[in-house]
């Protein structure tokens, strides 16, 4: 009997113990990450960038991809058919309008023309020589009637002789082919010696001072741009370049995938978009006034979002609640973290608690 009351007493003593420490060891849990991290090495200097928390207007962010489309474009036929004698330009050549192109060969045109002429000189003789027979010259001509003078120059041949030759001065001018716009010179197809009816048009040149940027948002996002808002346009290929554009169109309708359209205008005077060139596509709103840190100043640390603050020669883990982010920065929702705190931005994936720094610009 007395065996079994000293088993349950043991038994009652080894639970309250066990779930003593097991309450202890949950009150220090944060402690003990931080002594777990604090016993990497400390000792080595770590090098890093810092930036201060500020209390600013949080710009929210859309991000898209777009592409880009000329203002001004036009496709550059060949009017006349005859052989290409030359070529005035190569693909990328600026041009102004009225700016030469190409040359086709005038031979037969100048002939066409001759002919035109000569019978277009036969007509004239012929008028005033039925002029004669009633009883006028070509100097009468404000005194006769009108009806009988249009059907003197109609038996005459005169109107049809004037048509052939304007229609020959024409097709003689068009041997020239000329720029209709300012621009650049953009899939040039023809080349010399050939028919140019061989080809569907010569070039074509693309005013690209003006561009638009087309792109997509979720349907979700539609009531979160409007007209007239800026945006910031990022080539793929050059991702230090930015561009600021406007919001010019917007269209409401929603897609089979659930996507709608946007069209914004943007300034391209130093020619660093071309025809086509794909972007990525930022638009900001400004929202209320927050803390932010750089989004570079935010790690995942045992599934915690944490940050490092410069305290002296020193590192210090903070936990922080991070809301929204952009391309930069990040919202700070809750944390031990106050206006003007320096965070560390760089080399911080290693760092522990206390770990020596050394702050470089």
Not at 61 to 75: D, F, P, Q, R, T
Not at 128 to 133: H, M, N, P, R, V
Not at 185 to 206: G, M
Not at 337 to 348: P, Q, R, Y
């Amino acid at each position: 009997m007395q065996t079994n009351l000293g088993n349950s007493l043991h038994i009652l003593l080894s639970s309250f113990l066990l779930m003593s420490l097991f309450s202890c060891s949950t009150k220090q849990e944060e402690d003990s990450e931080l002594k777990s991290q604090t016993a990497l090495t400390v000792d080595k200097v770590t090098k890093v960038k810092v930036k201060k928390a500020v209390k600013s207007r949080f710009h929210h962010e859309l991000l898209s991809n777009g592409i880009v489309h000329a203002c001004g474009k036009a496709a550059v036929p060949f009017k006349a058919k005859d052989q290409i004698v030359a070529l005035h330009v190569v693909n990328g050549t600026r041009v102004k309008r009225g700016d030469l192109i190409a040359t086709v060969s005038s031979e037969q045109l100048k002939m066409r023309l001759d002919e035109a002429q000569l019978q277009y000189d036969k007509a004239c003789i012929t008028l005033e020589d039925k002029l004669l027979g009633y009883g006028f010259t070509t100097k009468d001509t404000a005194t006769i009637d009108p009806v009988m003078f249009k059907m003197i120059k109609i038996k005459s041949g005169f109107n049809s002789a004037a048509i052939a030759l304007k229609r020959a001065k024409i097709n003689y001018r068009d041997r020239e082919v000329r720029s209709p716009l300012n621009g650049v010179i953009s899939d040039l197809q023809a080349e010399v010696y050939n028919p140019a009816s061989s080809y569907k048009k010569c070039c074509d040149v693309v005013d690209d001072h003006m561009v638009w940027v087309d792109f997509s948002i979720l349907e979700g996002e539609y009531n979160k741009i409007s007209k007239g808002e800026k945006i910031k346009v990022v080539p793929f290929a050059n991702k230090s370049l930015e561009l600021i554009g406007t919001v010019a169109a917007i269209d409401p309708r929603v897609d089979a995938s659930g996507m709608v359209h946007i069209r914004a205008k943007v300034n391209n005077s130093k020619h660093q978009l071309i025809d086509g060139m794909n972007v990525n596509v930022i638009v900001q709103s400004e929202g209320a006034r927050c803390l932010v840190v750089p989004k570079s100043a935010v790690l995942y640390r045992q599934n915690k979002n944490v940050l490092f603050v410069r305290n002296g020669k020193k590192a210090k883990w903070v936990y922080v609640t991070p809301g929204e982010e952009n391309s930069l920065n990040v919202q700070i929702l809750e944390g031990k973290l106050a206006e003007g705190d320096e965070v560390i931005v760089s080399n911080n994936f290693d760092l522990a608690h206390d770990t020596p720094i050394e702050v470089i610009q």
